[in-house]
């Protein structure tokens, strides 16, 4: 393959982009192969791999931006069905009043949004909610809680618990982003039947003090070893236009695509910048930004299902098609995401149409509903 990409590009002559690409350096003379290319060729050959050095992300990365795009949508086509995208919805289940600094969230009590803080949603709510998203054609159901984390809640973690277990019935996958867990409670999240678990990294380990500072990089990375461990998916990835470097992203790519496994889903969010938050006046990122981080995360962990994630709502139907060619293959459906706007239905609906986009079927670990008891009492056991 490499030989043909070679032969493809040899005859190429390459001209210097546009002065938004220009920022980025090349790291292919003309003629030669890209690192999108060789690496994309490697992972197609070899399977995902988790020894990436950051220096190789950067290369990738920084491949010119239309190769970067041919690339993952080669790397997509040999790991997944190209027409089948992932239809998420995520509802708020208990909205506002969390006790974190995170920088770009309306939903901290620090900051002066206007948004008002809620209990936690009743289940008949919660229920009809899952319903009417399972109706429009979502296949996973997620719940976020603006919570730190879920220590001391054992009431409403209970009520969590019932919720997971009656959408799983509903023949959804369910996902929950509850803040930090114990491990306990991973493995009680896992018994009840839940798919996935999310909680992002946000951005790289250096940029991230700036962002938030009421819980260190490293607790995050711990929750994920909890979820893991406990059998349950990862969905972990972060937000771009937290006023971060190039280098920044590549560091997020990096720490996710060197994880003992790769996330099953990595979202990739454009700040949808809210007033009253820290990060209000930051600069809207461009489509071509965002097609960079999903062709490269599609690119260093071929199998995770890449999710075109929050700021969907700002790209115009071009725009998202040139996001599910680089890689993409999951969107967040329904009228919010957590306490921002997202995507019209109807708007979604026409979009799969045009674009020839197919939903994704559930699907459902063997040993989904029935892990073994056992095994989750030796893992509560050795989580001293
Ligand atoms: S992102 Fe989550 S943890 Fe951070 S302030 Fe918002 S709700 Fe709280």
Not at 7 to 15: A, M
Not at 47 to 55: H, K, M, S
Request: net charge neutral.
């Amino acid at each position: 393959m490499l030989t043909v990409i070679r032969s493809i590009l040899g005859g190429q002559k390459l001209r210097r982009p546009g002065i938004l690409v220009q920022q980025h350096c090349w790291y292919s003379a003309p003629g030669s192969a890209s690192a999108a290319a060789i690496e994309a060729d490697r992972s197609i050959r070899e399977g995902p791999r988790r020894d990436w050095t950051r220096q190789e992300i950067n290369n990738v990365y920084n491949s010119p931006l239309l190769d970067l795009i041919f690339h993952g949508a080669q790397v997509h086509r040999h790991a997944h069905n190209f027409r089948e995208v992932q239809q998420c919805t995520l509802l708020s289940i208990k909205t506002g009043g969390c006790s974190e600094d995170c920088s770009y969230c309306p939903q901290s009590n620090r900051y002066k949004t206007g948004l008002k803080a809620q209990k936690l949603m009743a289940k008949e709510s919660v229920l009809e909610a899952a319903q009417k998203a399972k109706e429009a054609g979502s296949t996973r159901f997620c719940m976020g809680a603006a919570w730190r984390d879920t220590t001391g809640r054992k009431t409403n973690f209970n009520q969590i618990l019932e919720y997971v277990k009656e959408i799983r019935d509903m023949g959804m996958e369910v996902c929950c982003t509850l803040g930090m867990l114990e491990k306990q409670q991973a493995v009680e999240l896992k018994k009840a039947g839940l798919t996935a678990y999310n909680h992002n990294l946000d951005t790289s380990r250096e940029h991230y003090p700036n962002v938030i500072t009421t819980r260190t990089y490293d607790e995050r990375l711990q929750t994920l070893e909890f979820v893991r461990e406990a059998g349950i998916n990862v969905c972990s990835g972060g937000i771009i236009g937290l006023g971060e470097a190039d280098e920044d992203r590549v560091g997020l790519l990096h720490t996710l695509a060197t994880l003992p496994s790769h996330p099953e889903s990595v979202p990739i969010n454009a700040l949808l910048a809210v007033k009253g938050t820290p990060l209000e006046d930051q600069k809207p990122v461009e489509i071509w930004e965002m097609i960079r981080m999903i062709a490269t995360a599609r690119i260093v962990m071929p199998k995770a299902m890449v999710r075109l994630s929050a700021g969907r709502v700002r790209f115009s139907m071009p725009e998202q098609a040139l996001c599910f060619l680089a890689g993409a293959n999951s969107i967040f459906t329904g009228e919010k995401l957590l306490t921002t706007p997202n995507n019209d239905f109807d708007a979604d609906q026409l979009m799969f149409k045009v674009l020839g986009l197919i939903p994704k079927e559930p699907t459902f670990p063997e040993d989904e509903d029935s892990l073994d008891a056992e095994k989750c009492d030796e893992a509560v056991s050795s989580s001293g």
